[in-house]
C-alpha cells in the first residue's frame, strides 16, 4: 500500500514539492554560511519524492544550534516551503483518493518549517535514530 501511495503522491504532488525543496538546497548551498540549511533541504527533498514509509524523528544529538538555526530558516525559507505544502494539500483533499495524500502533505508542514534536528526514518523503525 506504502508503494501505491508513494506513487501517486509523486505524480500528484511529491515531484514539485521535492523541486521546491532542491531550489531551497541550491540556494542556501550558494551561499556558504547556510550550507546546513542546503544540505537539510536536500534531505527532506528525498522525504518529500517518497514519504509514505517513513517518519520524522528528533534527533537526541541536537542542541541549541539547531534551534538557532530553525529560527533562521523559518524566516529565509521554512515559511514559503509550508506555504506550498498548504497550496498542494488543498486541491488533494478535493478528490477522495487525494485525501490521505494532503494529510501527509500537512504532516510534512513541522518538518518544512524547522527541520533542523530532525531525523527521516522509516515506520518500522521510529526509535532507530535513538540507537534501539
Same mark, same amino acid.
Given at each position: ?14 515531484? $514539485?514539492?521535492?523541486?521546491? #525543496? ?24 528525498? #522525504? ?24 533562521? $530558516? ?35 508542514? %513541522? ?10 526514518? %522509516? ?6 535514530? #535513538?540507537?534501539?
Amino acid at each position: 500500500m506504502n508503494t501505491l501511495l508513494n506513487v501517486i503522491w509523486l505524480v500528484f504532488a511529491g515531484f $514539485w514539492l521535492a523541486l521546491g #525543496y532542491v531550489a531551497a538546497g541550491v540556494l542556501c548551498c550558494l551561499l556558504i554560511v547556510t550550507i546546513p540549511f542546503g544540505i537539510a533541504s536536500f534531505r527532506i527533498a528525498g #522525504y518529500a519524492l517518497w514519504p509514505f514509509g517513513r517518519t520524522v524523528v528528533d534527533k537526541r544529538t541536537a542542541g541549541a544550534w539547531s534551534t538557532i538555526g530553525n529560527v533562521i $530558516w523559518v524566516v529565509v525559507a521554512g515559511i514559503w516551503l509550508a506555504i506550498g505544502h498548504v497550496v498542494t494539500a488543498i486541491p488533494l483533499f478535493v478528490s477522495i483518493i487525494g485525501i490521505p495524500m494532503g494529510i501527509a502533505n500537512l504532516k510534512m508542514i %513541522p518538518v518544512s518549517l524547522l527541520p533542523l534536528g530532525k531525523e527521516i526514518v %522509516p515506520t518500522d523503525r521510529p526509535f532507530a535514530a #535513538y540507537g534501539a
